[in-house]
């Protein structure tokens, strides 16, 4: 049995990322840099005014109030090509490009405006340059706006857009083949025999690949014998990475591994000293990389969200490829643990001063899909961790979106 | 100007959720059920093994070693009909049923098996019951598995699989029109004129709603006449939500408020409390919902986030419109603030403790789009807060995925 930091750390190592495609701006939520995003504008590409008022010089508003000319009016995406000359001024909006001569704006609450007369008088002054934004402001052209190994959005994307850049390259969506193995199983709504149960694994894991960023090829339950799977599993070929559920534990109905060593199976490692998911296999199969999941559902999912998305963080080409915890208070007492390390189901609320509070659920059971759903995330228990009292301080693993 | 909670909750309550749609469970991930999901099965259908071992009476098993005779084996899937009589066992693997007889299991470790003689001897005991899921202990037919309102992610989508069901009621995603106004501004790689930006609202927005579960609709620029203006407004009918950018303001080419007045707009309320984004407008234009955004592009983003967001998730029929604050350590001092409720660009990192320390960026100006994307969330300043130094706890909105 290796470490959970150890097995992550092999599996990110033997993984690089996919080939690249090239998408408009508009398609590119969620999906990853894989050539950095640079400006191709000046931005703002001239001195702005920030504000609705008058665009002066500062030199005029010395002593106030003072009554000056309105000669232009410049809106946004307007302009005005003469030099302003000493005591007159333009009417400017937010936006709005400040013609030469001008420096300073003034707001138009801090004015009197008479517009018969085409004049409008400054009541209170601001400070030199006050209220303009300056040319380059937000960005030069060549500046990297946005970079590699970032997955973009919304706001990356309007940065983007800002920098006048129609189209981006990034890694394409990683294609992941799922084969959930087991006489066991059938899916929701097909028939079912007396001893069978529903599998939820290929659809939570194609929902959690989608999720990720991946794009999912859910493959046809494997029976348990030798050929059928060595047919699925070669009928993966073309895929960034094949997932399998199931028949990785040690009894002699776990036949994933036997099976597709025949065929091309090279085994990297496949025990981890954790709790859920102590059978966890990792290797390739015909050039193409495997992760075997654990075939209980709450083991398989949670195995994916600690092996199985980082591997297609990295496949994806994302530079986050870590899990992250959060610290937060445990909810009630814990045992000491053993040498496996355990993450735990458990209901996450934050209290009156707004402390993360982890209360692990009552039973762990890793067949009880319920508490996994209802679960806000997982807290770890590092192996041998002495016995925790209610209030101290544990990792917690945060749920992601999707998940 | 309305303070920002109240602006939020005359949105909220203005809207109500859209229509329902049926969508497979494989389609489901991210929608919002309207239906809750209620389990088809008894999960574990019948008593299961938790373990590879052998499945035992427990009275065999009070004076050890003692020599069983293996009667059968009942693998995942299997089943052994008859009753296991005294002195006998039957091998099992993990999922496999407990024949009529056995209550207890050994796990295979503590056993040495004899083949050819077709007998095993317990070494280990186990208490009576141990390593047995019992029939229900996920859940029973009838159970809410998954309730009304929540977005349904790869857990969800698993337990709803394992309780046998491939179909899912959830509402429709909401359709949502974004018209962005002005003369000012062009679409990234179209011509543009000396003192035009690139527009940035526009593709921003439609990432934003997405990523949100909505369906954007991108409306072609509209330039700043009335004329236009209503006719792109008229186009939008049919969606749940339009939202607009630019033109709310109080300058003369601040259109979009007198233009769509003549046609059909009602408005609930145009000015808020807060910066960056005074000029908020909301209302219904010919009987659909209608938020009108600032033009600046940081100030559209952040108001889409407090108002458009929340918005959404109402329209969405998802039970959680509120929006989430997390409290963190100011990076730096803060000086006191005015009447408006302010909303900071920030960094956002843990310090070695796991603290979440909160930086406000140097420059807050509305018109860098720069500083919004690099930013990891926004820290909320209430109204007249005192000044606050470097280490105080604040508020701060964790930007969410995809935004």
Redesign the interface.
């Known amino acids: 049995m290796i470490p959970v930091e150890e097995a992550r750390a092999r599996i990110l190592a033997a993984l690089s990322p996919v080939g690249v495609e090239t998408v408009a701006?508009?398609e590119?939520?969620?999906r990853v840099l894989a050539q950095p995003v640079t400006a191709r504008?000046l931005?703002?590409?001239?001195d702005?005014s920030?504000m609705?008022g008058y665009a002066l010089r500062f030199e005029d508003i010395g002593t106030l109030p003072v009554t000056l000319s309105v000669i232009a009016?410049v809106?946004?995406?307007?302009?005005f090509e003469e030099t302003v000359p000493a005591g007159a001024c333009v009417r400017i909006?937010?936006?709005g490009?400040l013609p030469d001569g001008t420096d300073t704006i003034v707001i138009?609450e801090n004015t009197d405006a008479d517009e018969a007369a085409g004049t409008v008088t400054i009541l209170e002054g601001s400070p030199e340059g006050r209220h303009v934004?300056r040319a380059g402001?937000?960005?030069a052209p060549g500046?990297i706006?946005?970079d590699t190994g970032k997955r973009?959005?919304?706001?990356?994307?309007?940065?983007?857009?800002?920098?006048?850049?129609?189209?981006v390259t990034v890694y394409r969506k990683p294609r992941v083949a799922i084969l959930s193995t087991?006489?066991?199983?059938a899916?929701?709504?097909d028939p079912?025999?007396?001893?069978?149960?529903?599998?939820?694994?290929?659809?939570?894991?194609?929902?959690?690949v989608?999720?990720a960023g991946g794009v999912p090829t859910?493959m046809p339950i494997a029976p348990?014998d030798a050929e059928s799977l060595q047919a699925l599993a070669r009928n993966a070929a073309g895929h960034d990475l094949l997932l399998t559920t199931g028949g990785a534990?040690?009894?002699?109905?776990d036949l994933v591994g036997s099976a597709l060593a025949e065929t091309g199976l090279e085994l990297d490692f496949w025990k981890i000293a954790m709790r859920p998911g102590k059978p966890l296999m990792f290797g390739s199969f015909a050039g193409m990389p495997m992760l075997g999941l654990p075939?209980?559902?709450v083991s398989a999912?949670v195995c994916f969200l600690l092996f199985g998305r980082p591997a297609l963080t990295r496949l994806a080409g994302a530079s986050n490829t870590g899990v992250t915890f959060?610290?937060a208070r445990l909810g009630s007492a814990l045992p000491e643990n053993d040498r496996r390390e355990d993450y735990l189901r458990a209901d996450l609320h934050r209290d009156e001063?707004?402390?993360l509070i982890a209360t692990p659920t009552q039973?762990q059971?890793s067949?009880?899909?319920?508490t996994?759903?209802q679960a806000g995330g997982l807290v770890r228990r590092l192996p041998h961790a002495p016995a925790a009292e209610a209030g101290a301080?544990v990792d917690v693993l945060v749920?992601?979106?999707?998940?």
Request: charged share 15%; proline share 11%.
């Open positions: 701006l508009s590119s939520l969620g504008r931005q703002p590409p001239k702005l920030a609705d009016e809106p946004a995406g307007g302009s909006f937010t936006g490009p138009q934004r402001l937000d960005f500046d706006l946005v973009l959005g919304a706001r990356d994307i309007g940065l983007a857009a800002a920098g006048n850049v129609p189209w087991g006489d066991e199983i899916l929701p709504g079912i025999g007396p001893n069978q149960i529903v599998s939820s694994n290929g659809p939570a894991l194609a929902a959690a989608t999720a859910l348990d534990s040690v009894g002699k109905h075939g209980n559902p999912l959060t610290p001063s707004g402390h039973r059971d067949s009880m899909m319920s996994l759903s301080t749920f992601p979106d999707g998940f």
